[in-house]
C-alpha cells in the first residue's frame, strides 16, 4: 500500500497506508464512536461529503456482505482508521473493504493515530482536510484547504430524482426522500405500508394530491437550512396529514414550526446515545449521526413540546406538536446499525394516524 497524508486546515499532518480508492479528495472530518457498523456508516447518506474516523481500532474485519447496506451508492469522501483487515472472516463476507472502497472511487487512511485524531476534533470541532498521496507537497495542498467552500446541496445530491412506489396492502405513506437509509423503508414494509418515495423538493401540493395517511421525512446530510422548500412543504401539511421525521426530518420539523437549530462542535455519531424519554419515563439507547441540532430556547413560544433529551448533553432529542397529529425523534429509531430500542416509534407513527382518520371520521 502507497504512503497517504491527511492534512487538517489547522495544517497538522497525519501520515499513513492507504487503500480503498488511489486519488486525494477533501472533505469534514468526523468521528463515529461503533465498534460494528462500519458498512452501514460508509453507505448512510448522511455521511455526504464527510471523511470518517472509526474510532474503534480495528475496521473491515468481517468484510462487505450484500444486505447491511443502507444505499445503493456511497457518499461519503473518505475513510479514516487505526487498522484495517486485508483478509476479513466472516461467513456473509463478499468482499473487502478495500475492494469496496476501490470500487466505488473512495480512498482510505490507515495506520495513524485516531485517538489523537479524534481528541483534536472534540477540542476544536469538526474541520476540513484533504487526503492525498504522501509525496505531494504538504504546503500547497494547505494552502488549497483554505478556499475549499463549504457544501450546501448534500440533500440534492443524495435524494431521489424521481418518485417511486414500493407496494403494501396497508396504511399509505408519503416518504420526503432527504438521503434515506434503506432501513427506514424497511419498518415501513416490515408494517405492510404502501410506500411512496419522492423528492426532497416535492411540493406539498402534490404530496397531497397523493392522498396519503401520512407523511415520513428521512434522515439527510447537511444544514436543514439550505433546503428551504422543504421547511414551506411542511407547513404546508402540517395539521393536514400526520407526520414523523428522522433526524434531518425532525429538525426541518422543527425549523417548520418556528425553532431554529445550530450546528454542534463534532455532532453525535454512535450507537450508544442515550436518550431519556419524559413521557415514558424511560431511557433508551439509540443510534445517531447527526450534525445539527434543534435548540432548546428555540422551543419556547412554538407548539412544540420537548418529550426526548439526551443524557449526554442534554440536547433535543424528540419534540412532539400541541395541537397537530405530528413528532420527531433526532436519533435514528430503525438503527442500522445500533441498538434496537425504539422501532415502536414506527408503531406509534402508524397509531397516530389511526386515531387521525377516527377524528376525521367523526367530524366529517
Not at 421525521?245 to 445550530?262: E, P, R, S, V
Request: charged share 20%; with cysteine.
Amino acid at each position: 500500500m502507497a504512503e497517504r497524508q491527511l492534512i487538517l486546515e489547522d495544517s497538522t499532518i497525519f501520515t499513513g497506508e492507504g487503500f480503498g480508492a488511489d486519488i486525494s479528495a477533501t472533505g469534514e472530518v468526523v468521528f463515529n464512536t461503533g465498534m460494528t457498523g462500519y458498512q452501514e456508516v460508509i453507505t448512510d447518506p448522511s455521511y455526504c461529503g464527510q471523511m470518517v474516523v472509526m474510532t474503534y481500532p480495528l475496521i473491515g474485519n468481517y468484510g462487505i456482505n450484500r444486505d447491511d447496506f443502507e444505499t445503493v451508492t456511497p457518499f461519503i469522501h473518505g475513510l479514516i482508521v487505526k487498522e484495517f483487515s486485508e483478509f476479513p472472516s466472516n461467513f456473509r463476507s463478499d468482499e473487502t473493504l478495500h475492494d469496496y472502497l476501490k470500487a466505488n472511487g473512495i480512498p482510505g487512511i490507515s495506520g495513524l493515530d485516531t485517538r489523537k485524531l479524534t481528541k483534536i476534533i472534540r477540542k476544536h470541532g469538526t474541520m476540513k482536510a484533504i487526503m492525498a498521496d504522501a509525496g505531494m507537497p504538504a504546503e500547497e495542498l494547505i494552502e488549497s484547504l483554505k478556499g475549499l467552500p463549504d457544501q450546501t446541496d448534500q440533500v440534492n445530491q443524495t435524494s431521489t430524482i424521481k418518485p417511486y412506489v414500493v407496494p403494501g396492502r396497508g396504511k399509505r405513506i408519503v416518504l420526503v426522500d432527504f438521503g434515506m437509509k434503506h432501513s427506514i423503508l424497511r419498518e415501513l414494509t416490515k408494517r405492510d405500508c404502501h410506500v411512496t418515495v419522492v423528492p426532497y423538493n416535492y411540493s406539498a401540493g402534490d404530496i397531497l394530491r397523493l392522498k396519503p395517511d401520512g407523511i415520513m421525512l428521512t434522515n439527510g446530510p447537511g444544514d436543514p437550512k439550505n433546503v428551504p422548500e422543504s421547511i414551506e412543504m411542511v407547513q404546508t401539511v402540517l395539521g393536514k396529514i400526520p407526520l414523523f421525521g428522522i433526524c434531518l426530518g425532525h429538525q426541518l420539523f422543527a425549523l417548520a414550526c418556528g425553532a431554529d437549530t445550530k450546528k454542534m462542535a463534532f455532532g453525535h455519531r454512535g450507537v450508544n446515545q442515550p436518550v431519556k424519554d419524559t413521557e415514558k419515563n424511560k431511557t433508551f439507547m439509540t443510534s445517531q449521526n447527526h450534525s445539527y441540532a434543534v435548540t432548546h430556547d428555540s422551543l419556547i413560544g412554538t407548539d412544540l413540546d420537548l418529550i426526548q433529551f439526551s443524557l449526554n448533553d442534554n440536547s433535543v432529542e424528540g419534540i412532539r406538536h400541541l395541537t397537530y397529529p405530528a413528532f420527531s425523534v433526532q436519533y435514528h429509531p430503525e438503527s442500522s446499525p445500533g441498538p434496537e430500542d425504539t422501532p415502536q416509534l414506527f408503531d406509534e407513527f402508524l397509531q397516530m394516524i389511526s386515531e387521525f382518520r377516527q377524528k376525521e371520521n367523526v367530524y366529517a
